[in-house]
């Protein structure tokens, strides 16, 4: 599977996007996402699954590709959601910003 600006593509690499590799159809199914700024993975960085219905959220860590594989428990509208801040490497002291978003949803069974 190749996401935005993946080799071959022919697209633009987009500043940062969630590029899903596997959506979830039911409940306990996986998700399957990977985080990448200008095409290339980025590792480490935190993203929040939150269920519509749910009052919190539970974290999760890219891995050393950007990917991320967690099964979904229950129905409803979910957003996955993360910010990445990192010092700007052309300007000292100065920081670079930005988020993604992921929307989707589960039909109950």
Same mark, same amino acid.
Do not use: H, K
């Given at each position: 599977?190749?996401? &935005?600006?993946?080799?071959?593509? +022919?697209?633009? =690499?987009?500043?940062?996007?969630?590029?899903?590799?596997?959506? =979830?159809?039911?409940?306990?199914?996986?998700?399957?996402? &990977?985080?990448?700024? &200008?095409?290339?993975?980025? *590792?480490?960085?935190?993203?929040?699954?939150?269920? *519509? +219905?749910?009052?919190?959220?539970?974290?999760?860590?890219? $891995?050393?590709? @950007?990917? %991320? $594989?967690? =099964?979904?428990?229950? *129905?409803?509208?979910?957003?996955?959601? @993360?910010?990445?801040?990192? *010092? $700007? =490497?052309? &300007?000292?002291?100065?920081? %670079?910003? @930005?988020?993604?978003?992921?929307?989707?949803? %589960? $039909?109950?069974?």
């Amino acid at each position: 599977f190749e996401g &935005q600006g993946g080799s071959g593509s +022919g697209a633009l =690499p987009l500043a940062m996007d969630l590029v899903p590799r596997q959506l =979830p159809r039911r409940p306990g199914e996986r998700l399957q996402v &990977q985080w990448l700024r &200008q095409g290339q993975p980025v *590792a480490r960085l935190a993203l929040e699954l939150v269920n *519509a +219905g749910a009052g919190q959220g539970l974290w999760l860590r890219t $891995d050393a590709d @950007g990917r %991320i $594989d967690v =099964p979904v428990p229950l *129905a409803g509208a979910w957003l996955l959601r @993360g910010t990445e801040v990192r *010092a $700007d =490497p052309d &300007q000292p002291g100065r920081w %670079i910003s @930005g988020s993604v978003t992921l929307s989707f949803s %589960i $039909d109950p069974p």
